[in-house]
């Protein structure tokens, strides 16, 4: 549902990210959650005015790669080796229930919105109760059902079954878009893996999975399957179009050509890895994925191992991190980030015809950051992405449009009681917390 018929943005710094990568001072205009048009002035009058000068006005991000509900659990397993975390957090998944679930996704969901997200890529179990939240707050949701070998999962039921049942539930959703979630090498084996390709198959949906995200992992599959794990899911038949792997940090040359020829697209989690150490600098080979024709999108990884769901903070730090690592200021610039956090994250997700970009035909999701803010000031046409990239802090955000629909304004959740809701997320922390 959106607020109004049509709508008018008049006088923004308008980040379009469309095939010319324009920047303008001008208007934008959307009817019915999809843009109709954007230039220097629109004539034509809308049902809803709105004076959006001293604004800049961009598209929305998506995040590509997330386990959104663990935003309850931020600061629970800090300074840990990946295994050490990895146990953590299995201990943690065991005693969840829909209702935690649930409160923790309503906090990472804010958290994003509030950030200028308006889609994310997700993968946990208990979808169900995400998808509520994707409802309750009015962000666009691309929600994996984790699947693993049923002889090691926490989840109730057998995990494949319960991904078909999520997808079932809820293929038809306007905003909620469900997929498969496969784990990693390290928890599904050779039926695991092509059954879940499979059921994405069959049900016309996204593939999503860790990959190549330790040398630790890469290490043990080439010692238990005689290949490293991209060349070994290529044996099985198994790599192809419609699939997003997360992280992609230990890569040969030979596997970023692979990829790029099955045309797997890369979510690369800098802080994440980072943080987690997970080695090469935690820095996906971004340059070589993109020079091989890959797409490369951004995205956070979860609040417990990265601490924060901010697309603004990923893109900074993201932008440094290359820099740093291969000693050039020119590696990974500013517009190539930006591009990584929304034209090629919809393509990543299949949806570059109608997200990622603010054009005629695409859906109305878009964010307008205060350019009074001082992480913005001063912002112009020449510096505009660079800001975007660079220094603009999440207190920037002042308005969030979903397809049409504004779902945060003047830094508040539309649809959302924020102060209702805090003391659900207290009392799900509590028992979750002490696991740590």
Known sequence: MVDHPSTALRGALIVTQDDARRVLRGDLLFRNGTIEQVGPAIKEKADLEIDARGYLLAPGFLNTHAHVANALLKGIADDRGFMQ???????????????????????????????GTTGFLDMYYGEDAVARACERTGIRGFLGWTVLDPEITTQKGIPLENARGFISRWKHHARVSPLVALQGVYACKDETWLKGKELAEKEKVLLHYHLSETRGEVQENEKQRGKRPPEWLDS?????????????????????????????????????????????????????????????????????????????????????????????????????????????????????????????????????????????????????????????????????????????EDRRLVKLDWAKVVPDIERAAEGLLKTG
């Open 236 to 408: 099985l038949g198994f790599l192809g179009r419609h699939q997003v792997a997360a992280h992609g940090v230990w890569l040969t040359n030979r596997e970023i050509e692979l990829l790029a020829r099955k045309g797997v697209a890369v979510a690369h989690c800098p802080s994440s890895n980072m943080k987690l150490a997970s080695g090469g600098g935690g820095i996906c080979p971004v340059t070589e994925l993109r020079a091989a024709g890959a797409t490369v999108s951004l995205a956070t990884d979860s609040s417990t191992s990265n601490n924060g769901l901010s697309m603004l903070r990923e893109m900074h730090l993201a932008a440094l991190a290359h820099k740093q690592q291969r000693h050039d200021p020119e590696s990974l610039p500013a517009p190539v980030v930006l591009d990584m956090a929304t034209r090629d994250a919809a393509h990543a997700l299949g949806r570059d015809r109608d997200l990622g970009a603010l054009a005629p035909g695409f859906q109305a999701d878009l964010v307008l950051y205060d350019l009074s803010h001082p992480s913005m000031l001063p912002t112009r046409p020449e510096n505009a992405i660079s800001n975007l990239v660079y220094s603009a802090g999440d207190g920037a955000v002042h308005t969030v449009f979903v397809h049409g629909e504004k779902v945060v």
């Open 85 to 115: 975390f990895l146990d953590t957090m299995f201990a943690i998944d065991a005693k969840r229930t829909e209702v935690d679930i649930e409160a923790g996704a309503l906090l990472g969901v804010s958290e994003m919105l509030l950030s």
